[in-house]
């Protein structure tokens, strides 16, 4: 069955490291998504992507990068990670142009950094 | 004011009852309409879709839509205990395939 896997489930890291989590979807879709998930601001987008080599900000993309090499993944690094950015992180995506824009979630990753 | 504003809850009815969860949205060109279901610890599950005025049942669950009002809500009837969670109203915006989602509305449903 197609679906999206995101991996680590959870990390822990320390003030300042590098983290990449990766985002893989089977559903040949083209538009990709990356979203934190915190206690009172619900979920706020970061990067996101309408197909391979193309990536845009989102509302809270500073600290963060991504980039599109192939239809299937997106992964978000983070480039030096801060405390600021302990959250659930959501991979999401949808079918893209035609459609009618049904984002599918991943099942989150859970990063700590101290 | 909020793009996409929910009362935050939480919302609590008892077993049998008919919820009631609404969603404001404030861009009159917005095209697609989704309701999300979120468990605590899990990811959000899309439950619903609504791309015109009017209702759109499925199974328990209906969606309304009334782009005038600029208003969609969603009924759960018969609430059962395992409908407890957070319900998340999210709105294509006309800007590509993004998403704008509400802070959500917590529903309990008491035995």
Redesign the interface.
């Known amino acids: 069955d197609a679906e999206i896997t995101q991996s680590p489930r959870h990390k822990i890291t320390e003030t300042g490291r590098q983290v990449t989590l990766a985002c893989h979807q089977t559903w040949n879709h083209n538009?990709m998504?990356w979203y934190r998930q915190d206690l009172g601001h619900?979920?706020r987008?970061i990067h996101?992507s309408?197909g391979v080599q193309d990536t845009n900000k989102?509302e809270v993309s500073d600290g963060y990068s991504v980039s599109r090499s192939n239809t299937e993944d997106l992964p978000l690094t983070l480039e030096s990670a801060a405390s600021s950015q302990t959250s659930v992180y959501?991979c999401a995506s949808?079918p893209?142009?035609g459609a009618?824009?049904?984002?599918?979630?991943?099942?989150?990753t859970r990063l700590t950094v101290l | 004011q909020k793009e996409v504003e929910q009362n935050s809850g939480p919302l609590s009815v008892p077993e049998g009852a008919i919820a009631s969860l609404n969603c404001t949205y404030s861009d009159r060109g917005s095209q697609s309409f989704f309701w999300y279901r979120q468990y605590s610890g899990k990811s959000p599950e899309l439950i619903m879709s609504i791309y015109s005025n009017g209702d759109k049942e499925d199974g328990r669950f209906t969606a309304q839509l009334n782009k005038a009002s600029q208003y969609v809500s969603l009924l759960i009837r018969d609430s059962q205990p395992s409908d407890s969670a957070t319900y998340l109203c999210a709105v294509n915006t006309r800007q590509g395939g993004k998403l704008i989602f509400g802070q959500g509305t917590e529903l309990s449903v008491k035995p």
């Open positions: 538009n998504f619900g979920l987008l996101y309408y989102g959501f949808s893209g142009q009618r824009n049904e984002q599918f979630f991943g099942p989150g």
